[in-house]
């Protein structure tokens, strides 16, 4: 099968080799002995891969590896007792292995992909919904008739967290960096869209009537400070990565004052050995792709040899919605 490896940890320009590898076996390291052998449509491409390339990221599998997180195409074989079953169309979780033709999956991350939604949209759905999912709901606790402010609203967690946002009966303020993002996160369903430039705190605080009662926060950075800012009473700041560079710090003395949380939220490590979680969030985000509520937005695709493409629109901060690879 054709497949991407990563051969060293020289960045995206030299990292990367498209090679010929036999068919991976049906068994995951997640769940070793079992696995969901998926033939792969489209594969995701997500900041873990860019920061794989530099030897940045905190799994550091041993030196060649498929990366590839995320995909969405066609069962061929799945476990003994599974409720998948051949030619099911999916959307995969697969941690490694993704880049590839064929890549294998643990089952409880396999979800059968409705008709209303292709392979790369299957591609740019576990990653980012079930995180939103996470993120928002589970540790943020986001409630119906809230307002949310999202950063990185454009991106893929960004338009991912708007659409589950609405799908959980939030109102959302979006923020971007230029016109072109702005769209997307219009196309996304954001009720508000606020342009990254000084006095942005105070547009949402205005937006917001007095603050926003949760903030998720996919970029970090100096806009952290802000962000707290923008919280009402009771308001909660869910941190979910740091695209902008720098880990911000707090002064907790700034909780305080008005009774304001900072919430983690780290998806994978977390749902990895609760299968049952795994199979609770999928329910929830299936019931909003039945509501016509989740549709993931394609943004950039590249064919899978342009794969060091893909990894620099994220790099040069140019992704408008999900980065996919179509892969045959
Ligand atoms: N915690 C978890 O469980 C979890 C799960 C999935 C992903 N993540 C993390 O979430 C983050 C976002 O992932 P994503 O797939 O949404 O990425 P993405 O599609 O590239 O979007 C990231 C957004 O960050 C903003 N940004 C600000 N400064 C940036 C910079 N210097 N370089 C690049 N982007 C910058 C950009 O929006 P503007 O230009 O509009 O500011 C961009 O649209 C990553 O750090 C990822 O690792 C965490």
């Known amino acids: 099968m054709r497949a991407i490896q990563i051969v060293n940890e020289e ?41 794989q390339t530099r030897g940045e990221y905190q799994m550091k599998p041993p030196l060649p590896f498929v990366p590839g997180s995320e995909a969405g195409g066609i069962v061929i074989s799945a476990p003994e007792g599974s409720a998948l079953e051949e030619g099911d169309r999916v959307a995969a979780f ?12 643990p089952e409880h991350f396999t979800f059968v992909l409705p008709p209303e939604l292709d392979f790369e949209q299957g591609a740019a759905l576990v990653l980012n919904y079930h995180t939103a999912y996470f993120a928002l709901r589970l540790r943020g606790r986001l409630a119906e008739g809230e307002t949310v402010l999202v950063h990185g609203a454009a991106g893929g967690v960004g338009t991912a967290s708007l659409q589950v946002a609405r799908g ?7 923020t971007v960096s230029s016109e072109e ?19 942005w705190k105070d547009e ?11 903030v998720l926060d996919p970029v970090g950075g100096d806009r952290f400070l802000d962000s707290l800012r923008s919280l009402r009473e009771e308001g909660r700041l ?31 490590a977390y749902v990895m050995s609760k299968p ?19 549709r993931p937005l394609i943004g950039q695709r590249y064919p899978l040899e342009q794969a060091a493409e893909a990894l620099h629109t994220l790099d040069e901060r140019r992704a408008l919605g999900k980065v996919v690879l179509d892969v045959r």
């Open 11 to 51: 960045g995206p320009d030299k990292a990367l080799e498209l090679v010929d590898l036999p068919e991976p076996e049906p068994s995951h390291m997640m769940t070793p002995g079992s696995g969901v052998l998926v033939e792969v449509h489209a594969a995701g491409v997500s900041f873990p891969e860019l920061l």
């Open 94 to 105: 697969c941690m490694l292995g993704g880049w590839a033709e064929t890549a294998v999956a």
């Open 168 to 174: 959980l009966g939030a109102k959302t303020i979006a």
């Open 181 to 199: 993002k702005k769209k997307v996160a219009e196309e996304a369903g954001a009720d508000h869209v606020v342009m990254l430039a000084d006095g």
């Open 204 to 214: 949402v605080v205005e937006i917001s009537g007095g603050g926003v009662n949760l």
């Open 238 to 268: 869910v941190v979910v990565g740091f695209t902008g560079g720098s880990i911000p710090e707090v002064r907790v003395n700034r909780l305080l004052l008005k009774n304001t949380e900072v919430i983690g939220a780290g998806w994978g």
């Open 276 to 294: 049952e979680l795994n199979r609770e969030i999928g329910a929830a985000v299936g019931r909003l792709i039945d509501a016509g509520i989740v």
